[in-house]
């Protein structure tokens, strides 16, 4: 039979929405008596993908030619990959904007790596505020693009200090810096949504004094503490980054940590843990293409299912939020 907009719709969704794998979704139509294999399925979200592409790509084209952008990754197996290993690891790529309805933007790339070389072929071109976690490879980038304000992610600082203060409850260099970002970022939950003015001064009166405690405290610190243990890792850490860690002082626009990118990964790592790998880089690719428009949608106050019927079913506009 010819399959409907309807049915890919529903299936993409179970999938890359729902983290329900192809396998499952099999079993779950045979009890409705319909017969659809997973394979077919798996070339159905090919072609819709397929479909999908230009709007994935316009998608590129607002984030690179806006002023701010989250990077993260995550890990995905992929089993047929020519010159490498099954059990060789490579990533998937978000990129995101955070932003009211119709101004948010994530996307999932498929890369074999995440070095600098891999990361610069998603940023080529972008002049803006680039907030990451302290991976080198984005470093090296900013470092040789002059357009671009690397800014650090504090939440990535604090969760080492948490780990310190698990390993060793009594840990009081590890409480005292994460007491001093958690002011941090009740700080800029207050100003979220003010405007750039309060923003900045809100940051000069009340966060500027805490970084500076912040930087005194584990300046006093980091030769006290053995470099091997949790608190010393969490102290070289704040070393290393603190220069991108501050930048969010001087830019209004700028985010003091990439949460918002870590949380579209969610339903990412959620399917994952069910079908656990992707075939080929050509699925991975798909499913890239498929998270993003999927996620994105649903960031914009849309319905996914209805979205993507509207995807299928017309793709000579299938942009509404933009």
Known sequence: CIVTPETIAEMAVSKYVDGMPLHRLEKKFARHGIDIKRDQMARWMMMAAKKAESVKHELIRLLLSGSQMAMDETSIQVLKEKGRRPDTKSFMIVQCREGPPGKSITLFHYSKSRSTDSLAEYLHGFQGSLITDGLAGYKSYAMHNPGISHGGCMSHARRKFSDAIKGKKSNEIAKRESLLMH??????????????????????????????????HYLTHIDRVPRKSLTGKALVYLSNQWEHLSRFLEEPGLAMHNNFCERQIRPFATGRRAWLFSDTPNGAHASATLYSLLITAQNNGLNPYEYMCRLLSAPDNPLPFA
Do not use: Y
Not at 203 to 215: V, Y
């Open 183 to 216: 002011d941090l970022s009740d700080n800029e939950k207050e100003i979220a949504s003010k405007s750039s003015q309060v923003i900045l001064k809100t940051r000069e009166e009340r966060s500027k004094p805490l970084m500076r405690m912040l930087e005194d």
